[in-house]
């Protein structure tokens, strides 16, 4: 695999460590794009500096999960969120109760939306201020 490849999957996954360390070893012209990466790489880190950099969050990142709040026996409601908590805070002060729980569910699972299939990866795209209500899922 090549430096860019990793880079460009660590920024859409959100791995902001990886995508922090393979940032300074570019930067630090200890690796190129063009590269393939290897484990002897990441030894040639100065993890001072990237733990700067993670901590100042230089790339920018702003984790956003997805999770699952049961409303009842066959409802649930999904939504955009930094934390668990943070999802149990708005649900509750949308819908002026308690879930009954939350759960993290992956951006990759596929739903079908319309004519199209798509992820949650892909939908969180088209928020822009989190937390957010995604949609709701009712089981038969």
């Known amino acids: 695999m090549l430096v860019r490849e990793a880079y460009i999957d660590a920024i859409m996954y959100e791995e902001s460590t990886l995508a922090h360390l ?3 070893l570019i930067s630090e012209r200890k690796v190129s794009l063009e590269d393939p990466l290897s ?3 990441f030894r040639r880190a100065d993890m ?3 733990t700067d950099m993670i901590t100042r969050n230089t790339l920018g ?3 956003i999960n997805l999770y699952s709040l049961k409303i009842s026996q066959k409802k649930f409601i999904f939504i955009f ?3 668990g908590q943070a ?3 708005y649900f509750t002060n949308t ?4 879930p009954l729980n939350c759960h993290e569910i992956s951006l990759d699972f596929e739903i079908s939306r319309g004519n199209e299939i798509t992820s949650f990866r892909v939908l969180k795209k088209e928020f822009e201020k989190f937390p957010a209500l995604v949609g709701s899922f ?3």
């Open 48 to 50: 001072e500096k990237v």
């Open 39 to 41: 484990s002897q790489d």
């Open 81 to 83: 969120a930094d934390s």
């Open 87 to 89: 999802a149990v805070d």
């Open 61 to 63: 990142f702003q984790k």
């Open 95 to 98: 819908f002026h109760q308690l």
């Open 22 to 24: 393979i940032h300074h």
């Open 138 to 140: 009712e089981r038969y």
